[in-house]
């Protein structure tokens, strides 16, 4: 099956524009659009909405791949569910930032969390991390708290422009509007 993203515009305001369906015959996966119809009441962007939806394509893409059937019931999701999907994102090819991995797991576990509450948790102890939480309000005793399944993304390393790199800067300004421009900018 082939599944794609639709927008449509809604009768009802508390419907998402965006409808993840079944391209061949047009029927609705309902999951997905249940998720998304709850974060449309939650007033989040279009373009959050449109986003989450493509997410979410991605991971049913993923889930018809493995199970034959794009419906997710909760007794199929097990506690390596989404494990199993980092793994299969990290072999991609060109391979994904690990930024875009965990912007896609964060996506669909929250949404697998919301449509299946009793579901199991995802548990993976490489890329999860525990940790003390503090009461709220400072009230009671901190607790142990697993992290989020997360991959590590890379520190974004700022190397400084060369001089002939400044120098080349300065001198693409021809007039002397463009520096007072720049000098706006710097404001």
Request: proline residues 6%; aromatic residues 10%.
């Amino acid at each position: 099956m082939t599944f794609r993203v639709n927008r449509q515009s809604p009768d009802n305001p508390a419907r998402c524009p965006y409808r993840v369906v079944v391209q061949a015959t047009g029927r609705e996966i309902g999951w997905i659009n249940q998720y998304l119809d709850y974060e449309t009441v939650r007033r989040l962007a279009d373009h959050t909405l449109q986003s989450y939806a493509n997410e979410l394509l991605y991971f049913l893409r993923w889930w018809e791949s493995v199970h034959r059937t794009d419906a997710i019931a909760k007794d199929a999701l097990t506690e390596s569910t989404l494990l199993d999907y980092v793994r299969f994102l990290s072999g991609q090819q060109p391979p994904l930032s690990g930024s875009t991995i965990n912007t896609r797991i964060a996506i669909v576990d929250k949404a697998l969390r919301h449509v299946f509450p009793d579901a199991p948790h995802q548990i993976a102890p490489v890329f999860q991390k525990i940790s003390w939480q503090r009461a709220p309000m400072g009230i009671g005793r901190p607790r142990l708290v697993l992290s989020r399944l997360r991959v590590r993304t890379p520190k974004r390393t700022i190397t400084p422009l060369s001089v002939d790199e400044v120098a080349r800067f300065w001198s693409s300004f021809r007039t002397s509007r463009d520096l007072a421009i720049v000098g706006l900018m710097l404001l």
